[in-house]
């Protein structure tokens, strides 16, 4: 049976190391299966048929459904979420307040993406003033939304911001209005509605989380072999010593 000497450095190495790297394989094989049951959740609800503002209002978890909207934007009150990219472009998304007929309840509607190549001059759009009908879903964020700049209160609109929580916008305007932001489908009023559901994909994650066990393999298959090769060459330089000696 081979001796193993690895050193006591390298087992440290070793020790501390490797419960980190397969943690990390088997956090993003997590991670992975959350976002799976999160596209599963999203693709069940945006194939049923869209609820009314008053149904959506009494729902327990209204994240990814469908709801019909009859009513009219707020022009005055636009914010740009800035950073939002599509096909390699940047561009903003632009969301309005809309006051929905049926439940008189006020939503953050998203209205899509447009682009904004020349950052010298302010985006362009326009906002229709007739009543319209938008079907759109309910969005949630799948983590804690940051914010890194904002417009204090009070500030000229409309306003760039890089993220922002309806219930900040209702208190401003001492509205009543719903918690979180609806993303419109292609429809009257809106611009490019292609919508990633997540930002990072669960192929993406489980290649992750071969990189951090491969990782983890390759340290354990080096730790393996800087023992048995140390073990040789102690066994060879006693051999070595012994024979001179007689």
């Known amino acids: 049976m081979k001796r193993f000497r690895p050193g ?4 440290l190495v070793v020790l501390v190391l490797l419960p980190l ?17 999160l596209l599963d959740s999203y693709a069940e609800r945006r194939a049923a048929e869209p609820m009314s503002s008053e149904q959506l209002r009494t729902t327990a978890d209204p994240a990814f459904r469908r709801v019909h909207l009859r009513g009219q934007l707020d022009a005055e009150h636009s914010v740009l979420l800035d950073n939002r990219f599509r ?27 447009l682009p904004w190549p020349d ?9 229709p003033e ?11 964020a799948p983590g ?31 509205r009543s209005g719903f918690g979180y ?3 419109a489908e292609a429809g009257p009023g809106t611009y490019e509605t292609n919508w990633p559901v997540v930002a990072m994909g669960p192929e993406k994650h489980l290649g992750y989380a071969v990189q951090w066990f491969a990782m983890a393999l390759a340290l354990f298959g080096l ?9 040789k060459e102690k066994h060879d330089g006693s051999g070595h010593e012994s024979t001179q000696h007689v």
């Open 21 to 37: 790297l397969v943690f990390l394989g088997f956090w993003q094989l997590s991670r992975g299966q959350e976002k799976q049951a």
């Open 223 to 231: 730790y393996l072999y800087l023992g048995w090769h140390n073990a």
């Open 8 to 11: 006591i450095a390298p087992t």
């Open 181 to 183: 932001e609806l993303r």
């Open 87 to 113: 096909d390699g472009k940047v561009g903003v998304e632009l969301l309005q307040p809309f006051h929905d007929q049926a439940s008189g309840l006020w939503l953050l509607l998203n209205r899509g993406w």
């Open 144 to 174: 804690a939304t940051f914010q890194l700049h904002a417009d204090p209160a009070g500030a000229p609109w409309p306003r760039l911001l890089t993220a922002l929580h309806p219930d900040t916008l209702w208190t401003e305007l001492a």
């Open 119 to 127: 950052r010298r001059s302010p985006p362009v759009f326009t906002t």
């Open 130 to 140: 007739q009543l319209l009908n938008i079907d759109a879903w309910v969005y949630v």
